[in-house]
């Protein structure tokens, strides 16, 4: 079946009449005309009496036109979710951070962010070590240093600045660097798995 005469013997069963049906569709009324006798002609069937006073549906033009409006009922309900989703995101949303970066920061915002995106469901993963997100490892990685894998989008969230400390034994003892480079001969405790120091 000819989805347009479809379209078109929708619309003139809404309008009751050709001349109506072709104000909406902007088209003429003898085009409106043929479209519909085209149909009938390839359905074999009547669809309408016609009157001069307009339209009417004939018995299996009822069943058509039944069938048709619910067919454009969902097409159009279907149109509409797909805007809707397009504009409102959901479904599941992989989260990665480091263990202490996670607990302390990103944790209490997620919050706000659930409240913000009902459909979407999160999923954190407390993890220090380089998750492969090209794997589907995780969607969403928060980091304190560049990815080594590439093609990854990167967005700045947040400055963090690191510290290093020494307890006054050790200062007594190693002495107090004064200096980046006198760094380089004091005995260094970092953070995680794969450390990358807080210093050039």
Do not use: C
Not at 48 to 61: D, Y
Not at 76 to 81: D, F, L, S, T
């Amino acid at each position: 079946m000819d989805w347009d005469k479809l379209r078109i013997f929708h619309a003139v069963a809404e309008a009751g009449s050709f001349t109506h049906a072709g104000e909406t569709l902007n088209l003429s009324q003898s085009a409106v005309s043929r479209q519909i006798s085209s149909l009938e002609e390839s359905l074999n069937v009547s669809l309408f009496h016609r009157h001069a006073r307009g339209l009417i549906l004939t018995e299996q033009g009822e069943l058509l036109y039944r069938t048709s409006h619910e067919v454009f009922s969902k097409l159009a309900m279907a149109e509409a979710q797909l805007a809707e989703s397009k504009d409102r995101p959901k479904g599941q949303l992989k989260v990665t951070a480091t263990q202490a970066f996670g607990s302390s920061w990103l944790t209490p915002v997620l919050g706000e962010f659930i409240e913000h995106y009902p459909d979407v469901q999160v999923y954190l993963v407390l993890e220090d070590r380089e998750l492969d997100l090209s794997m589907r490892e995780a969607d969403v990685a928060i980091r304190m240093q560049p990815p080594r894998q590439p093609d990854l989008i990167q967005r700045h969230l947040i400055s963090v600045h690191i510290h290093v400390f020494a307890a006054p034994s050790y200062l007594k003892k190693y002495g107090t660097p004064q200096t980046v480079a006198d760094l380089d001969r004091h005995k260094i405790i970092v953070y995680g798995e794969d450390p990358r120091p807080p210093f050039p």
